[in-house]
T-cell receptor, first 113, second 115 residues
Framework: GENVEQHPSTLSVQEGDSAVIKCTYS??????FPWYKQELGKGPQLIID?????GEKKDQRIAVTLNKTAKHFSLHITETQPEDSAVYFC????????????FGPGTSLSVIP | EAQVTQNPRYLITVTGKKLTVTCSQN?????MSWYRQDPGLGLRQIYY???????DKGDVPEGYKVSRKEKRNFPLILESPSPNQTSLYFC??????????????FGSGTQLSVL
């Protein structure tokens, strides 16, 4: 079945620097890759997503890139701010069942003021 | 306000005592699902439902039951809780199932401790 790996597990950056989180997936037929942000004490919230027919997508300071050949996708946050501190989860939907979702283990991002 | 509501927020119980965690959404979503979150393991899907009276197993369904009698409600039932079910649980919903993924709306979570 689908397996999603995510690195790093923890990441600390200075305010204003960029942060990059990488995920790899195993099912080459997966076609939807969302990223969720979980703030302390809250449920995850979708921040950006990408489908397999697109290589890159941007939304202000965040962007996601997808490399289908290598089966990996990455979240890029530029000009980080303290409010970006959170746990970030990537996810993939296996082709065998588009109603199931496999999440990565998460990355705890700390932005140091 | 559009939201997914879970109750209770915190729950401490003892081994073997049946419990139910409720989940309700007010967005008329067809798809609902339950996840557990454990350190280092991320979010793992327990059960999901594509519509009323339609439920299916996720990756870690053992020890859990669900029901979907109404579109808005999707309770998670632990018939005989065990300590390894101590976890943070999330309910989520999306407008429609399938077709390669939809935005999930999550509840605020239920922290369950089984002693």
């Amino acid at each position: 079945g689908e397996n999603v790996e995510q690195h790093p597990s923890t990441l600390s950056v200075q305010e204003g620097d960029s942060a990059v989180i990488k995920c790899t997936y195993s099912d080459s037929a997966s076609n939807y890759f969302p990223w969720y942000k979980q703030e302390l004490g809250k449920g995850p919230q979708l921040i950006i997503d990408i489908r397999s027919n697109v290589g890159e997508k941007k939304d202000q300071r965040i962007a996601v890139t997808l490399n289908k050949t290598a089966k990996h996708f990455s979240l890029h946050i530029t000009e980080t701010q303290p409010e970006d501190s959170a746990v970030y989860f990537c996810a993939a939907y296996p082709a065998s069942s588009y109603d199931k979702v496999i999440f990565g283990p998460g990355t705890s991002l700390s932005v140091i003021p | 306000e559009a939201q997914v509501t879970q109750n209770p927020r915190y729950l401490i119980t003892v081994t073997g005592k049946k419990l139910t965690v409720t989940c309700s959404q007010n967005m008329n979503h067809e798809y609902m699902s339950w996840y557990r979150q454990d350190p280092g393991l991320g979010l793992r899907q327990i059960y999901y439902s594509m519509n009323v009276e339609v439920t299916d197993k996720g990756d870690v369904p053992e020890g859990y039951k669900v029901s979907r009698k109404e579109k808005r409600n999707f309770p998670l039932i632990l018939e005989s809780p065990s300590p390894n079910q101590t976890s943070l649980y999330f309910c989520a919903s999306s407008l429609t199932p399938g077709t390669g993924g939809q935005k999930l709306f999550f509840g605020s979570g239920t922290q369950l401790s089984v002693l």
